[in-house]
């Protein structure tokens, strides 16, 4: 059984940086994506970045490309998601989210992850 923790969010100014932390228990396969995905009030959850953990593929929203970097720590089974360069468009609880499968759409759709955790809250001021 997967379980996913995330940590790291917090308060900010815009300009920012934060550092979210998703801690996964249970074994990952390397043919499998790991995402964040995000959500606001009253908005969707929409992605904003995946890895194939066997490596080579990523995804970024566009709205995120240059600012946010995924990455993992495979001797953690740790995900990360850098996100610098803050904007108050970014607030939103993040959750981490993981799926075993080869391949999966982009843009990368909740729809097509199985797992993820409680969330971490994200809120940049102006």
């Known amino acids: 059984q997967v379980q996913l923790v995330e940590s790291g969010g917090g308060s900010v100014q815009a300009g920012g940086s934060l550092r979210l932390s998703c801690a996964a228990s249970?074994?990952?396969?390397?043919?499998?994506?790991m995402a964040w995905f995000r959500q606001a009030p009253g908005k969707e959850r929409e992605g904003v970045a995946a890895?194939?953990?066997?490596?080579?593929?990523?995804y970024y929203a566009d709205s995120v490309k240059g600012r946010f970097t995924i990455s993992r720590d495979s001797a953690k089974n740790t995900l990360y998601l850098q996100m610098n360069s803050l904007k108050p468009e970014d607030s939103a609880m993040y959750y981490c989210?993981?799926?075993?499968?080869?391949?999966?759409?982009?843009?990368?759709?909740?729809?097509?992850?199985?797992?993820w955790g409680q969330g971490t809250q994200v809120t940049v001021s102006s």
């Open positions: 890895m194939y953990v066997g490596g080579g593929r990523t």
């Open positions: 989210e993981e799926e075993r499968v080869l391949r999966v759409r982009y843009p990368i759709q909740d729809a097509d992850f199985s797992y």
């Open positions: 249970g074994y990952t396969y390397s043919w499998s994506y």
